[in-house]
């Protein structure tokens, strides 16, 4: 679902249509009025993407902890430059607010994009940084726990395929985020003391 969330409205329709539901690719372009050959690739696409999402190898632990720090680190001193080169060029950014998605700016997508967004973040903060807790992974991928403005506790969490950073995750102060936050610090100690 978060490999198809990244793709465009066509494209998820496409591949849900044509690979998940079987419908013909000419009945998929009458319905969502394009050219076969233009559906064809746009469910090449997807299913790309799809298939990358489900069988790429993220980034061992040690080298996310690494890129989680250094991209916090970025963040927080406002190196626009820092971030582009951490970033893929079609990097997405996701943020979630109190459990609600925000619906402005909301789904982010593209370097320049998110890079303006996150240069953005670092002016509205300059005056009260981040506060870095501790590098935390989070449903298999690398991130950190912060204090934002406003004592505000935030997990990032940082989707890494083949070097660059291609998805980023940032939480707000919900109850299952806080939970599972709970919980995996607690597996962490355990497997810790064992």
Not at 130 to 135: A, C
Request: proline share 4%.
């Amino acid at each position: 679902m978060l490999a198809l969330e990244q793709r465009s409205a066509l494209e998820r329709t496409t591949f849900l249509l044509h690979d998940v539901f079987g419908v013909p690719v000419e009945e998929v372009a009458a319905t969502i009025h394009r050219d076969p050959a233009e559906v064809h690739e746009l469910a090449s696409r997807a299913r790309r993407q799809v298939r990358r999402a489900h069988s790429h190898d993220q980034a061992g632990r040690e080298d996310g902890d690494r890129i989680a720090r250094a991209f916090f680190a970025a963040s927080t001193a406002g190196d626009l430059e820092s971030l582009r080169s951490m970033l893929a060029f079609d990097v997405t950014m996701t943020m979630d607010v109190g459990g609600e998605p925000l619906s402005s700016p909301g789904l982010m997508a593209g370097l320049d994009r998110v890079v303006s967004l996150l240069g953005e973040f670092y002016r509205q903060s300059a005056d009260h940084p981040s506060i870095f807790i501790r590098p935390i992974w989070f449903e298999g991928r690398p991130g950190y726990l912060s204090v934002e403005r406003d004592d505000i506790l935030q997990a990032t969490m940082l989707e890494i395929l083949d070097g660059p950073i291609t998805a980023i995750y940032m939480t707000e102060n919900t109850d299952e985020f806080a939970n599972n936050v709970k919980m995996t610090w607690e597996d962490e100690c355990s497997n810790t003391l064992h």
